[in-house]
């Protein structure tokens, strides 16, 4: 059991740090070096990243590389509560060091960055290069307003793993799509609502890279206004998620019962319903 465990916290690790090496390299490059990228564009690759970490993790651990699918899936998916903490530690460290990793690789753009846009971490004007490994609100945005666009989205997010997973689901997707379904979702969540938060939708992905960035220099401006940063991208996603799971045990998948005539065979805890990973 121990072996099985530590093998999907590995597995955990591996894919989130996957996840946040690609959309941290590519927010590094668009920021530091002047890449022409679309938020479209940026969204994709965010997108393809998580489709990406599915593909590599998926099989061994379910590929959940966010916190909130964990706990998501904990509430309504059967999944065991004794593996959430180990995850969510793995997912954690994962995006930390994935964030240590960008700042090596692009340590010297991000100085020549900040040298010209006179900007200096151990300032209030060092947000806007630790923008490039954590989200921070638009200013428009009462902290209220962040945390329901977050909690919205994720449960989005949600709403579609659960679908595409459900083997009752007669319309979901086959042969590894899951994972591209899923990928998509991130996209177009990014296109429609990355400006205002910029779209977390995963404690993991924003709470390991702002740690690394305290760490590394900023200030606790790097938290955001309000303590933006330990409430929103934590904590909206995480409500999120249990209101995605929510969605769709309660009001999507008692219809396939009756569509069949068949038992229910969702949320039961056993891979009836849900296979075991998220792809």
Known sequence: MKDKIWGECIAEFIGTFV???????AV?????????????????????????????????????????VTIGVAVWGGFSWKKVGPYIISQILGAFFAASAVY????????LFESNQGITRASESGVASAGIFSTFP?????LFEAFMVEMSITALLL???F????AANGGAPQAGLPAVAIGVTIAICGLAFGPLTGFAMNPARDLGPRIFVLLAGWNTDAIGPNMYGLIVPIFGPIVGGILGGAIYKKLIAPSFNVKTGGTDNTG????????????
Not at 19 to 25: A, K, P, Q, Y
Not at 104 to 111: C, E, V
């Open 28 to 68: 590094a490059s668009m920021v530091t070096t002047g890449v022409t990228v679309t938020f479209w564009e940026l969204s994709i690759v965010w997108g393809l990243a998580v489709t990406i970490a599915i593909y590599i993790a998926g099989f061994v651990s379910g590929a959940h590389i966010n916190p909130a």
């Open 138 to 142: 638009a200013q428009y945005l009462s």
């Open 159 to 161: 709403l579609v793993i």
């Open 104 to 111: 090596y690789l692009y340590r010297d753009a991000i100085s």
């Open 19 to 25: 996840l946040i090496f690609i959309g941290v390299g």
């Open 268 to 279: 039961d805890g056993t891979d009836k319903g849900h296979h075991k990973s998220v792809a």
């Open 163 to 166: 679908a595409v997973t459900d």
